[in-house]
């Protein structure tokens, strides 16, 4: 079992910057992904950003590309979000996941198995 929670969401000015922590706890998150997902009011779950706890590969969606950077402390058991230059679009509950079948990135929310319970990020336009 392995217990994800978030932190760091908070209400921001368009352009301004955030980092989102995701610390684990139980099962570390050695040979597994972990993701990042926003949901809007009224919208799915999409994805933003995955890491390979093992390798640090990365994967991120088109739309943070350039903005959004995510990483991860092996020590802290954590993986974190660094988000700049936040468009009032960004504003969503963000959620961290990890995935205990797959060792690499995936963007796909059903291969996820370990869900955090949020945190709220607001953009300001």
């Known amino acids: 079992q392995v217990q994800l929670v978030e932190s760091g969401g908070g209400l921001v000015q368009a352009g301004g910057s955030l980092r989102l922590s995701c610390q684990a706890s139980?099962?570390?998150?050695?040979?597994?992904?972990v993701g990042w997902f926003r949901q809007a009011p009224g919208k799915e779950r999409d994805f933003v950003a995955a890491i390979a706890w093992s390798g640090g590969t990365t994967l991120y969606a088109d739309s943070v590309k350039g903005r959004f950077t995510i990483s991860r402390d092996n020590a802290e058991n954590t993986v974190y979000l660094q988000m700049n230059s936040l468009k009032p679009e960004d504003t969503a509950v963000y959620s961290c996941?990890?995935?205990?079948?797959?060792?690499?990135?995936?963007?796909?929310?059903?291969?996820?198995?370990?869900w955090g319970q949020g945190t709220q990020v607001t953009v300001s336009p």
């Open positions: 996941a990890a995935s205990r079948t797959f060792s690499s990135t995936t963007s796909r929310a059903i291969n996820y198995d370990y």
């Open positions: 139980g099962r570390t998150f050695s040979s597994r992904a």
